[in-house]
């Protein structure tokens, strides 16, 4: 048998339980478990329209928000059409579009780990169907701004649907909900994926969702499984909407904490760029594989690309001061490091 894993680090899980609140109602609707779920899950979208302020039929629930990308996948792909996506991100999206008998182009990201979005505007074609932007990203936790953003969507052509990815935006803060009716009825071609996943810690109940126009999301919704929405997730969601303001204090401790392991990590010599997920990233030429190899001897998971980064979510104080501890004897290269380190251009710099 395996030597035991002391904290599980490697995918971008929040290191709490659900609330005593969340638990309770997971009991009661378990008491319930010979009953079938809502045969679509309507209360449940109007509920999460409701919290999000935009109007019911602009809510679009799936298995997870990988399943309603896939959802959405199915409404628009045709078989040979192509998804465009940077490389890396979520190792899904590729998966997802094989499934839908579509062709997923890659484009590298920048060397600080951006998304390049003018190289993502150029893959476009008249086979394109869906471009997919992660924001926060997932590895590097960059962000888009929002006028690039701007710029980008005004660029893209309607025949495209923009996915974007916003499973971490709640650690990145700055999301103003007011803002989404709006935003939503100006990108008519733009898919809002949020997930109970990551900032909501539900990620075993599978429950996450798009927020849309309403002619997309009636064409994702087409894709619903019948009863596919299980009971228990959806009383756990319900509750967690009610315990909003106790989850919104857990994730500030996550953002806390992301920023105190980024800065010690600094000051132990590591360049590490300002992230908005709830994970930090450390890329090659510092010795990643080396970390992932002092990770491991401290029983710490943690998600490691060879030769290329490691991911490290985000974790409670005793996880990230585990963390801290195992990385502390591996230094960085000295390069101009105290000014890149902190996400400032270093003029010459390598990266
Ligand atoms: N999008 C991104 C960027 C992710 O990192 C993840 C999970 N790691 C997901 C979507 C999927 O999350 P879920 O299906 O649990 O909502």
Same mark, same amino acid.
């Given at each position: 048998?395996?030597?035991?894993?002391?904290?599980?680090?490697?995918?971008?899980?929040?290191?709490?339980?659900?609330?005593?609140?969340? $638990?309770? &109602?997971?009991?009661?609707?378990? *008491?319930?478990?010979? #009953?079938? !779920?809502?045969?679509?899950?309507?209360? /449940?979208? +109007?509920?999460?329209?409701?919290?999000?302020?935009?109007?019911?039929?602009?809510?679009?629930?799936?298995?997870?928000?990988?399943?309603?990308?896939?959802?959405?996948?199915?409404?628009?792909?045709?078989?040979?059409?192509?998804?465009?996506?940077?490389?890396?991100?979520?190792?899904?999206?590729?998966?997802?579009?094989?499934?839908?008998?579509?062709?997923?182009?890659?484009?590298?990201?920048?060397?600080?780990?951006?998304?390049?979005?003018?190289?993502?505007?150029?893959?476009?074609?008249?086979?394109?169907?869906?471009?997919?932007?992660?924001?926060?990203?997932?590895?590097?936790?960059? $962000?888009? &701004?929002?006028?690039?953003?701007? *710029?980008?969507?005004? #660029?893209? !052509?309607?025949?495209?649907?923009?996915? /974007?990815? +916003?499973?971490?935006?709640?650690?990145?803060?700055?999301?103003?909900?007011?803002?989404?009716?709006?935003?939503?009825?100006?990108?008519?071609?733009?898919?809002?994926?949020?997930?109970?996943?990551?900032?909501?810690?539900?990620?075993?109940?599978?429950?996450?969702?798009?927020?849309?126009?309403?002619?997309?999301?009636?064409?994702?919704?087409?894709?619903?499984?019948?009863?596919?929405?299980?009971?228990?997730?959806?009383?756990?969601?319900?509750?967690?909407?009610?315990?909003?303001?106790?989850?919104?204090?857990?994730?500030?401790?996550?953002?806390?904490?992301?920023?105190?392991?980024?800065?010690?990590?600094?000051?132990?010599?590591?360049?590490?760029?300002?992230?908005?997920?709830?994970?930090?990233?450390?890329?090659?030429?510092?010795?990643?594989?080396?970390?992932?190899?002092?990770?491991?001897?401290?029983?710490?998971?943690?998600?490691?690309?060879?030769?290329?980064?490691?991911?490290?979510?985000?974790?409670?104080?005793?996880?990230?001061?585990?963390?801290?501890?195992?990385?502390?004897?591996?230094?960085?290269?000295?390069?101009?490091?105290?000014?890149?380190?902190?996400?400032?251009?270093?003029?010459?710099?390598?990266?």
């Amino acid at each position: 048998m395996g030597v035991p894993v002391l904290h599980r680090l490697a995918l971008n899980e929040s290191p709490y339980p659900p609330l005593p609140s969340v $638990r309770k &109602a997971m009991q009661q609707a378990v *008491a319930e478990a010979h #009953r079938y !779920p809502q045969f679509y899950p309507d209360e /449940l979208a +109007e509920r999460i329209a409701e919290w999000c302020r935009v109007a019911p039929d602009s809510v679009a629930v799936g298995s997870g928000s990988v399943g309603v990308a896939l959802q959405l996948l199915q409404a628009v792909m045709e078989p040979g059409a192509t998804m465009v996506h940077a490389w890396r991100t979520f190792d899904a999206y590729p998966l997802l579009a094989t499934m839908v008998g579509a062709h997923a182009v890659p484009v590298a990201l920048s060397p600080e780990g951006h998304q390049n979005l003018d190289a993502l505007l150029a893959a476009l074609d008249h086979g394109t169907r869906v471009v997919v932007v992660c924001n926060p990203h997932n590895p590097t936790g960059s $962000r888009v &701004a929002v006028d690039a953003l701007s *710029a980008f969507l005004r #660029r893209v !052509p309607r025949h495209v649907t923009v996915l /974007l990815d +916003e499973a971490y935006v709640e650690f990145a803060g700055d999301a103003d909900p007011s803002d989404t009716p709006a935003f939503l009825a100006a990108h008519p071609n733009v898919l809002v994926l949020r997930t109970f996943s990551k900032a909501y810690g539900l990620a075993a109940l599978r429950i996450g969702y798009g927020l849309g126009a309403p002619a997309l999301v009636e064409r994702i919704r087409r894709q619903q499984l019948p009863f596919g929405i299980n009971a228990v997730a959806t009383a756990a969601v319900k509750a967690s909407l009610r315990a909003d303001s106790e989850l919104r204090l857990r994730v500030d401790t996550i953002v806390t904490e992301r920023e105190r392991l980024r800065h010690e990590l600094v000051d132990l010599g590591w360049h590490v760029r300002p992230g908005y997920a709830n994970s930090v990233w450390l890329a090659a030429p510092d010795p990643v594989d080396e970390g992932a190899a002092a990770l491991t001897d401290a029983r710490v998971l943690t998600r490691h690309y060879p030769g290329e980064g490691l991911r490290v979510t985000v974790g409670d104080r005793r996880a990230n001061d585990t963390v801290l501890a195992a990385l502390a004897g591996l230094r960085a290269p000295a390069r101009g490091e105290s000014l890149s380190a902190r996400g400032e251009p270093v003029p010459g710099a390598p990266r």
